[in-house]
């Protein structure tokens, strides 16, 4: 929730990323009850909201040097 209130691209990305990781993880056999407790969601939803928020064109103060 908090990624969404600060920004929506982070919080669509972030959604995006967890609803992908659980279908995949089902579809290869996860475990439900594993998948339920969010093991399989963390890092998904961090590489989506790398890819789908920071590392686009549409924000340049992500590259911009300190």
Same mark, same amino acid.
């Given at each position: 929730? *908090?990624?969404?209130? *600060?920004s929506?691209r982070? @919080?669509? %990305? %972030?959604?995006? *990323?967890s609803?992908? #990781?659980? =279908?995949v #993880?089902? &579809?290869l @056999? $996860?475990?439900?009850d +594993? =998948?339920? !407790? @969010? +093991?399989y $969601?963390f890092?998904?939803?961090l !590489?989506a909201?790398a &890819? $789908? %928020? =920071?590392f686009?064109?549409?924000q340049p103060? #992500?590259?911009?040097?300190p």
């Amino acid at each position: 929730m *908090g990624m969404l209130i *600060g920004s929506w691209r982070v @919080g669509v %990305a %972030a959604c995006v *990323g967890s609803v992908v #990781a659980i =279908v995949v #993880a089902l &579809f290869l @056999g $996860g475990k439900p009850d +594993l =998948v339920s !407790t @969010g +093991l399989y $969601g963390f890092s998904p939803v961090l !590489t989506a909201v790398a &890819f $789908g %928020a =920071v590392f686009t064109k549409r924000q340049p103060e #992500a590259w911009d040097s300190p």
